[in-house]
């Protein structure tokens, strides 16, 4: 009977433990998000460098005015230069309205709806798709696409 205790009891420590690194593991990926969309948000290119690895892949879709669906894809020198290039009059607020994580091992997957507001006006809202890889202990950014429109934003706050 003992031995049965000490197993369950075993089984619930270990349980514990693997539930406290799997946190402390998403709370690195959404610190690495966060620390892009610091940069993002003060136009600092620099910061937002040590988040991506130098192969990131960049995409945007969206819908066009005639109705079209346009997937546009952006270099990695393009975002930087468009990130440094803010003025500094110019806010960006992308608020972020949640964070799904999918993790198995060195490769993570978050989707983060969100709205953007420009110089506190409301722009637009979408769902961004990030791919990080643990690049030996540091959770880089490998591919991240966005979407982006302008109708049916109120949808997402359900999304929550």
């Known amino acids: ?17 693997k539930a406290q690194e799997d946190i402390a593991v998403e709370n690195e990926i ?4 966060a620390i892009f969309f610091d940069g ?6 620099t910061l ?3 988040t991506i690895h130098k192969d990131i892949k960049i995409q945007t879709t969206f819908t066009n005015k005639e ?30 309205l949640s964070y799904t994580i999918k993790i198995d091992g060195n490769l993570a997957s978050v989707w983060t709806p969100y709205e953007f507001y420009y110089n506190d ?4 809202c979408g769902a961004n798709s990030f ?3 643990n690049n030996n202990g540091t959770w880089e950014i490998i591919y991240l696409v966005d979407m982006r429109r302008r109708e049916n934003c109120e949808a997402l706050k359900g999304e929550k």
Do not use: C, W
């Open 121 to 124: 006006n409301f722009s637009h």
């Open 30 to 33: 959404k610190n690495t998000i």
């Open 48 to 50: 937002i460098k040590k």
């Open 131 to 133: 791919q990080l890889f």
């Open 67 to 96: 109705g079209e669906k346009i997937l546009k894809t952006e270099t990695k020198a393009e975002l930087l230069k468009a990130i440094a290039s803010k003025k500094p009059t110019d806010t960006y607020l992308e608020k972020l």
């Open 1 to 17: 009977m003992s031995r049965i205790i000490v197993t369950l009891l075993l089984m619930v420590i270990s349980t514990t433990i």
């Open 40 to 45: 993002l948000h003060n136009g600092d290119s």
